[in-house]
């Protein structure tokens, strides 16, 4: 692993590659994902799929053997006040999906950041183990350089407020092209037309800020055309 952070990274503008894995994966299977390698995080859903809170421990516990954070996408917008107790099972970062409104940035971000940057409340056993940080002061400062925050944005109007949603405290806006292409179907005339419009108008308005876009489903191959519109990760 790099010894920078996955969040700095982000914000330096590496290109960064994710794998996802199920959440219902067996420990032995997940390992053998792990152990592939050539990425640099893996990502896990509980939006689309069965989910309890044992299965998360258990995987965040097989991940922290490999070092490789773990992204965790919550299971509703409306559950964003739950952030942090998520985070106390393991995940190192959050997705959060569907996101409409300002509102919806500033809960996930007062859920997932410790005081003084949020409200995120002290405790879990569970939770990503700080190198070297125990004190309380030491290891929220830790968590609030390193944790990484994403919001999914899935609308026109999200992607047409896109500098709007990437408010302090968040590290990468990523698409879910399947809900954005039945949004951009209901706007005909739109002069967004595909998810690669959207996809190139979100990398413009957030050039510069240090915010990352992610984009789902992008064969290898085709990597270095979105690296080209500004696109810096892909899962």
């Known amino acids: 692993m790099s010894e920078k952070s996955l969040k700095q990274r982000i914000h330096e503008g590496e290109i960064i590659i994710g794998r996802g894995a199920s959440i219902m994966a067996d420990p032995d299977e997940l390992r053998s994902i792990l152990g592939e390698g050539g990425f640099d995080f893996i990502s896990t859903d509980s939006q689309h799929s069965a989910f309890n809170e044992e299965r998360l ?4 516990d097989v991940a922290d053997e490999f070092d490789i954070p773990v992204q ?6 409306r559950h964003a006040y739950l ?4 985070l106390d099972l393991g995940p190192t970062g959050i997705e959060v999906p ?3 409104l300002e509102s919806t940035v500033d809960e996930a971000v007062d859920a997932f950041y410790y005081p003084q940057v949020g409200k995120r409340s002290w405790g879990g056993a ?9 004190g309380r002061l030491e290891y929220a400062q830790w968590w609030n350089e390193n944790g990484v925050l994403w919001m999914q944005i899935e ?3 999200a992607v047409t407020n896109a500098r709007k949603i990437a408010k302090p405290g968040i590290d990468c806006l990523s698409f879910g092209p399947a809900d954005l292409s039945f949004s951009i179907e209901s706007y ?3 002069f967004l037309q595909t998810v690669d419009d959207c996809a ?3 990398a413009a308005q957030l050039k510069d800020t240090g915010v990352a876009v992610c984009l789902r489903g992008v064969d290898p191959e085709d990597r270095d055309r979105y690296i080209d519109m500004g696109i810096t990760m892909f899962l």
């Open 200 to 202: 190139q108008h979100v």
């Open 98 to 100: 569907q996101v409409e």
């Open 72 to 77: 965790f996408r919550i299971k509703h917008t």
């Open 188 to 190: 005909p005339n739109h």
């Open 57 to 60: 421990v258990t995987f965040c």
């Open 83 to 86: 952030i942090g107790n998520y």
């Open 155 to 157: 609308s026109i109007n």
């Open 126 to 134: 569970s939770r990503k183990v700080a190198p070297d940080q125990s």
